[in-house]
């Protein structure tokens, strides 16, 4: 596991709950110490007993020898640059590489598995991306939940899937990656404006309204890219955006109600003791969605509160459009068969509130 924050030391968690040996990388020797003698991880998981199992080490050539399977967990706008030493001590490796990773890399707008293939000169079918409502302490408290493991490459995405599972995390599979990594990098986005109208003060009305027609312009948004629009109304859509929205949990609802609290996008920085992928991908998704002529109008009033051009308190007056004209709620890419993907989305939701959340159409085990 390379990144020993929250979510990384989560998964490894869940791995080695899973019944595997894990080892983390972690840069600070302080970290790495605690972890590999003290079995915890204070600063980021206080009050959680980490598995005998998982060891740590500073030292990256360390962490890596005898891997069956790489995991990422490091901030999406640093990946690059750290690929670069991991590089010479996976060359000869043929094991799974795996993405933990929820952002777009801001300077070229790339997702996490493209710069990890571009760097690592891999090929797309070995690496595999993890996806879903994450909260990491949830997780690392053992309530239930589940993920899915997306690759090119279906044998990729079930070996994965089968070493990352136990009695408490439950993994599917599919082979969407562009919509399994956009659905995680867009939830965030809608999550900040969510947070946004909680600082503010809004209440439901207003962010479910934000909810509803953020999960049209995530749809949107993926399928113009070459997603398929049932993924975003599965784990990595749909049940990551409720859980993100909803949780005090999530960093980029934390970040979303600073600024709503009227805090400027450095102060968020500032006071953010851990990364909020949400805003370094705003102004990337919203150039990508540009190129590709479509609209994120809850997206562009995001930014225009991180620029400081727009009062917090307007964000939801203009949920949808400056235009007075009527329009369908329909998404204007996900329309298929007897409706678009939001009613689908809504369908699928009741049924899985109705089953218990068993299985989901998009996502297979």
Same mark, same amino acid.
């Given at each position: 596991?390379?990144?020993?924050?929250?979510?990384?030391?989560?998964?490894?968690?869940?791995?080695?709950?899973?019944? &595997?040996?894990?080892?983390?990388?972690?840069?600070?020797?302080?970290?790495?110490?605690?972890?590999?003698?003290?079995?915890?991880?204070?600063?980021?998981?206080?009050?959680?007993?980490?598995?005998?199992?998982?060891?740590?080490?500073?030292?990256?050539?360390?962490?890596?020898?005898?891997?069956?399977?790489?995991?990422?967990?490091?901030?999406?706008?640093?990946?690059?640059?750290?690929?670069?030493?991991?590089?010479?001590?996976?060359?000869?490796?043929? &094991?799974?590489?795996?993405?933990?990773?929820?952002?777009?890399?801001?300077?070229?707008?790339? %997702?996490?598995?493209?710069?990890?293939?571009?760097?690592?000169?891999?090929?797309?079918?070995?690496?595999?991306?993890?996806?879903?409502?994450?909260?990491?302490?949830?997780?690392?408290?053992?309530?239930?939940?589940?993920?899915?493991?997306?690759?090119?490459?279906?044998?990729?995405?079930?070996?994965?899937?089968?070493?990352?599972?136990?009695?408490?995390?439950?993994?599917?599979?599919?082979?969407?990656?562009?919509?399994?990594?956009?659905?995680?990098?867009?939830?965030?986005?809608? &999550?900040?404006?969510?947070?946004?109208?909680?600082?503010?003060?809004?209440?439901?009305?207003?962010?479910?309204?934000?909810?509803?027609?953020?999960?049209?312009?995530?749809?949107?948004?993926?399928?113009?890219?070459?997603?398929?629009?049932?993924?975003?109304?599965?784990?990595?859509?749909?049940?990551?955006?409720?859980?993100?929205?909803?949780?005090?949990?999530?960093?980029?609802?934390?970040?979303?109600?600073?600024?709503?609290?009227?805090?400027?996008?450095?102060?968020?920085?500032?006071?953010?003791?851990?990364?909020?992928?949400?805003? &370094?991908?705003?102004?990337?998704?919203?150039?990508?969605?540009?190129?590709?002529?479509?609209?994120?109008?809850?997206?562009?009033?995001?930014?225009?509160?991180?620029?400081?051009?727009?009062?917090?308190?307007?964000?939801?007056?203009?949920?949808?459009?400056?235009?007075?004209?009527?329009?369908?709620?329909?998404?204007?890419?996900?329309?298929?068969?007897?409706?678009?993907?939001? %009613? %689908?989305?809504?369908?699928?939701?009741?049924?899985?509130?109705?089953?218990?959340?068993?299985?989901?159409?998009?996502?297979?085990?």
């Amino acid at each position: 596991m390379i990144g020993s924050g929250s979510w990384g030391t989560t998964f490894g968690k869940v791995l080695a709950d899973g019944g &595997a040996h894990v080892v983390m990388w972690a840069r600070r020797a302080e970290l790495a110490q605690e972890i590999q003698e003290g079995h915890r991880n204070s600063e980021y998981l206080p009050g959680i007993n980490l598995p005998r199992t998982m060891s740590a080490t500073t030292h990256l050539s360390e962490a890596l020898e005898g891997a069956s399977q790489i995991y990422l967990a490091i901030s999406s706008q640093a990946l690059r640059q750290n690929l670069k030493a991991v590089r010479p001590l996976v060359r000869d490796n043929d &094991a799974p590489i795996v993405s933990l990773m929820k952002g777009v890399e801001k300077r070229s707008g790339r %997702r996490m598995s493209e710069v990890i293939a571009e760097e690592l000169h891999c090929d797309p079918a070995r690496i595999a991306v993890a996806s879903g409502p994450n909260l990491a302490l949830e997780i690392a408290r053992e309530q239930p939940t589940a993920a899915v493991i997306s690759s090119t490459s279906r044998d990729t995405a079930e070996a994965v899937a089968r070493r990352a599972r136990n009695v408490y995390f439950r993994t599917f599979v599919n082979t969407d990656v562009i919509g399994t990594e956009f659905g995680g990098v867009l939830k965030n986005l809608i &999550a900040v404006a969510i947070g946004i109208v909680d600082g503010v003060g809004y209440g439901e009305n207003t962010k479910a309204s934000i909810i509803t027609r953020g999960l049209v312009e995530m749809t949107d948004f993926a399928v113009a890219q070459g997603a398929q629009p049932e993924t975003l109304q599965g784990l990595a859509g749909l049940g990551d955006l409720i859980a993100t929205c909803q949780s005090p949990l999530s960093r980029n609802n934390t970040a979303g109600r600073l600024l709503g609290q009227g805090y400027s996008f450095q102060d968020v920085v500032k006071q953010m003791n851990q990364t909020a992928e949400g805003l &370094a991908s705003v102004a990337p998704v919203l150039q990508l969605a540009r190129a590709c002529g479509v609209q994120m109008p809850i997206v562009e009033q995001v930014k225009m509160v991180l620029d400081g051009t727009m009062n917090p308190r307007d964000i939801a007056p203009h949920l949808t459009t400056d235009d007075d004209k009527p329009t369908g709620e329909r998404t204007q890419h996900g329309q298929s068969g007897s409706g678009g993907a939001l %009613r %689908r989305a809504f369908q699928r939701a009741r049924n899985q509130l109705r089953d218990g959340g068993r299985r989901a159409s998009g996502d297979r085990p």
